[in-house]
């Protein structure tokens, strides 16, 4: 016995057609690992088809022959095979304009997924950016060497007040400010960092929005100025290389 | 395979040989299964009718044709029998059977074999292995017309196709 004994008289039903339900989808299912057991079916499908030869009896009437050459006759295949001399002039014509068909369609699936590629090297290459940033941000906000200062107003409530983190070495500078008066249209506000030693350098434009809040997310600074204060002044909208006076705001550090 | 390449060219004398070779076998198995001429011969016609449809659901490379037929036959009239529709497409029947079916004389000594096999068979063994191909009932259906246990049934069966085989193999 070839096959796995507990599943040999299965086998022989199923060959005949004749097995359901559980014990049939068990069956298959364990034919899928066992080649052993594929084997045996094909053999006992051959002994099913042997049985067909044991069936005898009249021969067919002759209106059985006729009816099916009608049939045939009526019936003109749809896909008819061209003889083999046709073909032989056709087929390389034939095999040309699939291959080129084909090279085609590959061409155009590599060019699409080349086309995809760069786009996902595009993305990634953002989103590393703004992780470096939000790193940045969060490094800046929590460094122990950054000097903080608050600016505020001289002037009565709403009080202006902005907050402005600074790390020297790394050049990073975080500036939050709220409850800021809004501006006339071609006018904001210009932030400075007062270095130590030199003149104002500008260190970003901004406007408050609809309740006076504003930010400026680390600006392109030079590195290593050492900041004696931070001042505000209002500039026009594209900013100004030196502060107009006067300083609306001024902070130096805490 | 000559015959089929004619078939799949779409060579209607090709079909009229064919049906010549194997109309007789065809329509044995599908009266043998249905009993009533009109209904075999409608089989006969399907059958044919298919393989010229499509000549590809038989592949040479895995089975002889007339063997083939049998079975497909032998489906077909059971589908009918139990008024159900066709359960297996014909690409998917695959046989793999060792006498040659092709030349008559051969199928004369093959058919010759069967019968002696079955004859020679206890009757018991011989009327499960009938009732299960030539009438399509399951191992429980014969087991409820004989009073014999499924298993026994089951064993009957698988015994039954081995002896066939064994006549092939000797």
Redesign the interface.
């Known amino acids: 016995m070839s096959a796995h004994q507990q599943f ?6 199923l ?6 339900g559980d014990e049939r989808v068990a069956l298959e299912k364990h034919m899928e690992g066992c080649p052993a057991c594929r084997r045996e079916l ?20 002759q ?3 006729e ?3 009608k ?3 009526q ?3 749809a896909k ?4 083999r001399r046709s073909s032989s002039n056709f087929m390389p014509w034939l095999a040309a304009v699939a291959f080129l068909l084909l090279a085609g369609f590959f061409w155009r699936q590599s060019d699409r997924l080349a086309q995809r590629v760069a786009q996902l090297q595009d993305e990634s290459v953002q989103q590393q950016a703004q992780l470096e940033r939000a790193r940045e941000v969060v490094s800046t906000l929590t460094s122990t060497d950054a000097m903080r200062v608050t600016l505020v107003a001289a002037q009565t409530p709403p009080q202006p007040q902005g907050k402005a983190i600074y790390v020297r070495e790394r050049a990073s500078l975080i500036f939050l400010a709220s409850n800021l008066v809004s501006l006339p249209p071609q006018k904001a506000y210009e932030l400075w960092l007062i270095p130590t030693n030199g003149a104002p350098i500008p260190a970003g434009v901004f406007k408050p929005d609809a309740r006076g809040s504003a930010t400026v997310i680390q600006p392109p600074l030079p590195a290593g100025v050492e900041a004696k204060a931070f001042a505000i002044t209002i500039e026009p909208e594209q900013g100004s290389a030196t502060p107009t006076m006067p300083i609306v705001m001024m902070g130096t550090g805490e | 395979m000559s015959l089929v390449w004619g078939i799949r060219s779409g060579d209607k004398s090709a079909m009229a040989t064919l049906y010549d070779r194997y109309s007789s076998l065809v329509y044995a198995v599908a009266l043998r299964v249905l009993g009533e001429t009109g209904a075999a011969e409608d089989v006969l016609q399907e059958v044919f009718m298919q393989l010229w449809r499509n000549p590809a659901a038989f592949d040479s490379g895995r089975g002889n044709l007339g063997a083939w037929l049998g079975v497909i036959t032998r489906n077909r009239a059971i589908d009918g029998l139990r008024k159900r529709r066709p359960e297996t497409d014909i690409a998917d029947v695959v046989v793999s059977v060792e006498p040659d079916m092709a030349d008559a004389a051969e199928r004369s000594r093959a058919m010759e074999k069967v019968r002696g096999a079955l004859v020679g068979m206890p009757e018991a063994q011989r009327s499960a292995l009938e009732m299960a191909y030539f009438e399509g009932l399951t191992h429980t259906e014969i087991a409820a017309k004989t009073g014999e246990p499924l298993g026994t049934i089951k064993t009957r069966i698988r015994a039954g196709l081995q002896a066939l085989r064994k006549v092939f193999e000797a």
């Open positions: 040999a008289d299965d086998l022989a039903l060959a005949l057609g004749t097995l359901q094909e053999r006992l499908r051959g002994d099913t088809a042997l049985l067909a030869l044991s069936a005898s009896g009249p021969k067919p009437p209106r059985s022959r009816r099916l050459l049939a045939i006759a019936e003109p295949r008819k095979i061209p003889a």
